[in-house]
């Protein structure tokens, strides 16, 4: 188990400790919910964003298709991660 020290910010636990398949998930949230709206492209959006290293705390980055296509979820999962 790895030590945490408390002046670190956060601390992202290395194994996900559960995992769901992305369609399911989105289909439990209720269609009102304005987060479900265009999910997938405002997390493929921030993903890109964060893996280019740009600037991200809203919608500031639109990415075309072609290079939210690149954006792949292995077994359309999503993991829950233990955070500090």
């Known amino acids: ?3 945490t020290s408390p002046s670190d910010h956060y601390h992202i636990a290395k194994h996900p400790r ?3 398949d992305l ?3 989105l289909t439990d949230i ?3 919910d304005s ?3 265009n999910f997938i492209p ?3 959006d921030h993903l890109l964003a964060r893996l ?3 600037d991200y705390s809203g919608n ?3 990415f075309s298709d072609v290079e939210q296509d690149l954006i792949v979820f292995a077994n359309n999962k999503i993991h829950e991660h233990s955070i500090l």
């Open 18 to 20: 559960a995992s769901s």
């Open 42 to 44: 405002h997390l493929k």
């Open 23 to 25: 369609t399911s998930w």
């Open 30 to 32: 209720k269609d009102d």
């Open 1 to 3: 188990c790895q030590q």
């Open 60 to 62: 500031e980055h639109s």
């Open 52 to 54: 280019c290293s740009l």
């Open 35 to 37: 987060a479900k709206k």
